[in-house]
């Protein structure tokens, strides 16, 4: 029901405008050029047939597919991001097409010699005879989440065209920075008045989430002494030996590299040193809240302890609190996974709910009242050179959102 080349002509043409967002800026959005995309989904969405376009002055685009039922219905969201990872450059995207993918290995870059394998990224396997878009090896992808744009897009422009599938106010929004943990920030949470929504930021097929991570991160400053090295005895402090101790303190096996499922993790995302001083960031994340506070005393606890090792101050460190798990909103109310999971079922896709190893949008809507679970946007390898999607998870995920709306009218008929 959905066109193929019209999804992969859509998303290219959102993948190759770089909105690729800044933890430096703290403006909204945090860079410039996020408005270029966001100005073109406004204007694609008023040339659909959409109502109340909106695009506010933090660059978040909202409009709705209205009702075309008498009866009520709760209003339901849909919500994705147009940022793309500061991780990886999302300069001059330039989306490879892999048609009726073999199975094998996939050239990103014969120059470079970047090779997308199966023998390395297994999933690969289950998109066999699909078409597949990957990278040319030099970039990011930005399926995160412009695939999830391009299925809200697509599934709005299907149901502004097939009046005879019934359903309520359909709200949709577009957000920037999600990548930097500010996207739902700025979302005015009042004006979308939707009693629920679901982002499509999720990774493959069949995707159904409601439990991420709680979320801080930590800022460590790390101050030494300079002296003459030639005549430094008893008084240099190297702030870098310090900073090392602080790494070396913290336990080595909960890090990213090593958990999985529910374990959570310290992660060392930057350091930068001289010996005068040492900045370093990490990041903590658990699913679990006791166990969330509890890094985070374990963090405080390790600086005062160093601290107090040395005659002043050594170590000055600031935890800011990112995120909290959404499950403690969406539990309250389950039918809105039951329903994602329903609508999933009705075009075969296998639903396979399990906890985010992060967050999305979501989590922080979840807490600013829009209980918002997750759902499969269809991308994998998320952040880096070795992103792709498939083609026919974009067009699932679409018919997903088509069902949704369908199945939410039905439900209140
Ligand atoms: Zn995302």
Excluded at 88 to 96: A, D, E, F, I, S
Excluded at 132 to 143: F, K
Excluded at 156 to 172: C, F, N, S, T, V
Aim: charged share 30%.
């Amino acid at each position: 029901m959905i066109d193929k080349k019209h999804i992969i002509d859509r998303f290219t043409s959102y993948v190759t405008i770089d909105t690729e967002s800044d933890p430096k800026s703290e403006s909204t959005p945090s860079t410039e050029k996020q408005w270029d995309l966001a100005n073109k989904l406004a204007e694609e969405l008023k040339e659909l047939g959409l109502k109340d376009v909106s695009i506010d002055k933090h660059a978040y685009v909202m409009a709705t597919i209205p009702s075309n039922v008498p009866h009520k219905v709760p209003t339901i969201g849909f919500v994705s991001h147009f940022d793309t990872s500061p991780d990886y450059t999302g300069k001059n995207v330039n989306p490879q097409i892999v048609e009726n993918y073999d199975g094998k290995d996939i050239i990103l870059n014969k120059e470079k010699n970047i090779v997308l394998s199966p023998d390395y990224f297994e999933d690969l396997l289950q998109y066999k005879g699909q078409t597949l878009i990957t990278t040319d090896g030099t970039t990011l992808l930005g399926a995160d989440d412009k695939a999830g744009i391009t299925e809200i897009v697509s599934a709005a422009e299907y149901l502004m065209q097939h009046p005879e599938i019934k359903h309520g106010d359909i709200r949709i929004c577009f957000t920037p920075d999600e990548e930097i943990g500010r996207g739902a920030h700025k979302f005015d949470v009042k004006k979308f008045g939707a009693e629920w929504a679901y982002t499509m930021d999720g990774s493959q097929i069949g995707e159904l989430e409601y439990e991420n991570f709680n979320a801080a991160s930590a800022d460590i400053k790390v101050h030494g002494k300079i002296v003459h090295p030639g005549y430094a005895k008893g008084k240099m402090v190297n702030s870098m030996y310090i900073a090392q101790d602080f790494i070396n303190s913290l336990p080595r096996f909960e890090t990213p590299e090593h958990t999985e499922d529910r374990q959570g993790f310290f992660h060392l995302t930057q350091i930068e040193g001289k010996v005068e001083e040492t900045n370093m960031h990490y990041i903590i994340r658990d699913h679990d809240k006791e166990h969330f506070e509890a890094r985070k005393k374990v963090m405080l606890d390790l600086a005062a302890e160093i601290n107090g090792q040395h005659e002043k101050e050594v170590i000055e460190i600031e935890i800011k609190d990112q995120y909290f798990n959404m499950r403690e909103k969406v539990e309250p109310m389950m039918h809105i996974v039951a329903i994602a999971e329903e609508a999933m079922k009705s075009i075969n896709v296998k639903p396979n709910i399990k906890p985010i190893r992060g967050g999305t949008d979501g989590s922080q809507l979840s807490y600013m009242g829009l209980p918002c679970p997750n759902i499969f946007a269809g991308g994998h390898n998320f952040h880096g050179r070795y992103e792709y999607v498939p083609v026919e998870s974009m067009i699932k995920a679409t018919e997903v959102i088509v069902k949704i709306a369908e199945l939410t009218a039905k439900k209140y008929a």
